[in-house]
DNA sequence: AGTCTTAACTGGTCTGACCAGTTAGCAGGA
DNA sequence: TCCTGCTAACTGGTCAGACCAGTTAAGACT
């Protein structure tokens, strides 16, 4: 167990340290956790600030806990909920096989229907948020920026709030999954003509064919993602 | 601020009635919260049982918490995560307008991606399960549960596990409002007929078939239930 | 041998003190 | 007068150790 000092704060600490564990194996999924007391001492914290970590971390579903009983880790990849992405882009040693597919497959099946519906719902201010597509710069960190808003905007105009607590559950690191997305030029291209594309149907209201060219640029995202996975591990040899 | 003694664990009891304000209102989006050694004598609980209760609450977007500052108050339908849904049935006085609707849309933009991803990689263990379906009661306990179970399977079939994380954020009470569902005749008996098509997709391993016929049942769901013959007020439970 | 008590686990809560960021307000200087 | 800068009083964060409350298996009793 690594219990090093650091300048971090306690519970922070402690978060990080079980959840590196549990995601390296060392807590297998049905083990039980050491006592709380002891797992205290463990992790250099008292015992207080460790249960305010053990709660966080049952409601994500990595653990569950019993009055009177060992609590046990659970396989989150069974029973986590949502946060667990994010936990596993922040803590994880490395990404999972095919876990940027994974979103992207994910993304293809919800932003065509939440797209449909905010042109329908609110075409003006889906339009008005294009509108100032046309200034980005040739950069990923602007696409990833500006990706990340218009997917929060549609999901907020769609007028169903599900999609946007769905979506919610990939802040903090779409961005930064997108800007490795977006480090290609082609993808660049690929979304700023989707963005005219998106534009032009929000402007004639047409619900249809908004939600036809983000199924279509969605799909040929998959696609570019993974030739140019392709090309960089044919470039590393 | 209701402060009843009640039978049920504090933490437990902080947790709703903190909930419950939120939800009415009472703590309106973008206000402060009262410092945590006045809310904790509020809610007759001591600091520690509360902030572990506020760790949770942050975790699930109910609220922000910064050192130093006053914890403010989130709009939990632009910040929360999937959890708030189920905080939302549990301990709401009464379903948000469209609710079911709501949920129905969003599984069917899910649902057809992940059965279609199901039967391709393995449409045996879809195929077992479904032949279960022939066996069930023609009772809306019977029907909610398979078909919770089934689209478990078919999430964790997929391969994608980010189908699976999703679900889960539904967990607990898409069996309760699946049964409002089933209340209705028809709809037992267009799942009945899903179920069997279903299951001939998979046994002749046609993925595209299955996809379909998954999209078809699930937008003939949300057309039953506007129907309005379902209209179950929410007093039961 | 079976049943019941009990002790020793486990997590749950309380107590009150102190540490650590944040900020408004007041004191002092330019 | 105005600005600077210290300070005090908030806020949340952590610590310490005690005690309460379910669970369970070992042991005592029948």
Request: zero cysteines.
């Given at each position: 167990m690594d219990n090093h000092v650091l300048s971090q704060r306690p519970a922070l600490h402690a978060e990080q340290v079980l959840i590196k564990a549990m995601l390296a194996g060392?807590?297998?999924?049905?083990s039980v956790l050491p006592g709380e007391r002891s797992l205290a001492a463990q992790l250099g914290v008292t015992r207080p600030t460790l249960r305010e970590v053990l709660q966080r971390l049952e409601r994500d579903g990595w653990i569950t806990i019993r009055h009177g009983k060992a609590t046990v880790v659970n396989d989150f990849w069974r029973?986590?909920?949502?946060?667990v992405l994010s936990a596993l882009v922040r803590y994880g040693e490395q990404l999972p096989d095919g876990f940027i597919p994974n979103l992207l497959e994910v993304r293809l099946a919800l932003a065509p229907a939440y797209t449909r519906a905010a042109v329908t719902r609110s075409a003006a201010v889906v339009a008005e948020l294009l509108n100032?597509?046309?200034?980005?710069?040739?950069v990923p960190e602007a696409f990833a920026a500006f990706d990340w808003q218009l997917h929060r905007t549609l999901t907020i105009c769609s007028g169903n709030p599900i999609y946007t607590l769905i979506l919610n559950g990939f802040a903090g690191f779409y961005e930064q999954m997108a800007r490795l997305y977006f480090a290609q030029p082609e993808a660049r291209a690929s979304s700023r003509s989707f963005y005219a594309a998106l534009r032009g149907a929000a402007l004639s209201g047409d619900a249809g064919e908004a939600e036809r060219v983000a199924r279509q640029v969605l799909a040929e995202s998959i696609a570019l993602w993974q030739s140019g996975a392709a090309r960089y591990h044919w470039e590393e040899r």
């Open positions: 060392s807590f297998p999924p049905g029973d986590g909920g949502l946060n100032r597509s046309d200034d980005l710069d040739d």
